[in-house]
């Protein structure tokens, strides 16, 4: 059992606060509690299985290593409800299009601009190729393809093969002005083709060999990696997040980047920082898991626009 602080609250004053991660995590060290472990993870904003890792919406830290965490989150990223959480989300925008047609959101303006950005530096080709790593059923391109009208847009999704199959079932497209949305779960043959422009958000973070994958990116004339959470420590750490029940049923492993090693890494793939900035609207805190406490915050994630020491640029077909 760990060593526990005698001036911290107590679960009933972590629970009555709303402060569940803390509270859960006195009650598996067998803390004095009004409630089972059992009771907590039935109420309604739970309903989960209390043998899984953590039932409280959050994130956590550290774990050991990457296989330990795969152990831990189960199927992770093939878990089903992830499907039906990036359809719903599709409906949504579909649905709103009308309502925001004027008007781009926070994180969706900030990416447009690095896009409108690579066009003029590509030299404004009548034919963009991108491929979206981790981009689930289109969120980016139907959100950001109405607004578009540089040139016309070859999207590729890069995702797991349960998202590509409902992908290439419901979702693949082929506009009047060109433009095209398309799903494949083989990053690595699509990037063979050539590519414009890697679109990368809330996506590397998930990927255990994370700077494998950035090299084969490299092969990209321009990398935008945006929604990246980074922090002031020494290496990178491995986490788990717990969703909150009703966006999806998953936990998912993932990294916090050291804000020493990130950029130097980038860089020792002859990649060059053209632009960055911060993202506000994502910010967390991380429970120690040896103290249960919060040891780790950042008050934003940041997004970064690099170009490679490549050259390949699409061929317009005429």
């Not at 409906?91 to 066009?119: C, D, P």
């Not at 890069?158 to 409902?166: G, I």
């Not at 690595?188 to 422009?197: A, P």
């Not at 997040?241 to 804000?259: E, I, K, N």
Request: include cysteine.
């Amino acid at each position: 059992m760990n060593t526990l602080d005698p001036n911290r609250e107590s679960i009933k004053e972590l629970l009555s606060s709303g402060r569940y991660q803390e509270a859960e995590w006195l009650i598996r060290e067998g803390q004095p509690s009004p409630i089972t472990l059992d009771k907590l993870a039935s109420l309604p904003q739970f309903n989960s299985d209390p043998k899984n890792f953590f039932i409280s919406p959050g994130y956590y830290a550290p774990i050991s290593s990457w296989e330990i965490a795969q152990q831990l989150c189960g199927i992770g990223y093939n878990d089903i409800s992830i499907v039906d959480r990036y359809k719903r989300d599709i409906e949504e925008i579909n649905k709103n299009r009308h309502i925001k047609s004027t008007h781009l959101g926070a994180y969706a303006i900030r990416q447009f601009s690095a896009m409108q950005y690579v066009w003029c530096q590509l030299g404004q080709p009548s034919k963009m190729r991108v491929i979206d790593f981790g981009g689930g059923l289109g969120h980016h391109f139907f959100t950001l393809s109405p607004f578009w009208n540089l040139c016309s847009l070859d999207w590729i999704i890069c995702e797991t093969e349960l998202v590509v199959s409902a992908g290439k079932e419901h979702y693949e497209i082929n506009s009047l002005d060109g433009s095209s949305l398309r799903f494949s779960n083989d990053y690595l043959e699509t990037m063979s083709s050539g590519v414009d422009l890697v679109f990368a958000s809330c996506s590397i973070q998930y990927i255990k060999d994370y700077f494998s994958l950035l090299a084969s990116f490299s092969s990209a004339s321009w990398l935008l990696i945006d929604r990246v959470p980074i922090i002031d420590i020494e290496s990178d750490l491995i986490g788990i997040q717990v969703l909150p029940r009703g966006y999806t049923d998953a936990r998912y492993c993932g990294w916090v980047f050291s804000l020493r090693e990130w950029l130097p890494k980038i860089k020792s793939l002859g990649c060059e920082l053209v632009l960055d900035w911060l993202v506000p609207e994502d910010r967390w805190n991380i429970l120690d898991l040896r103290k249960g406490s919060f040891a780790w915050s950042s008050p934003h994630d940041r997004g970064y626009l690099f170009k490679t020491n490549k050259n390949i640029k699409t061929k317009t077909v005429f």
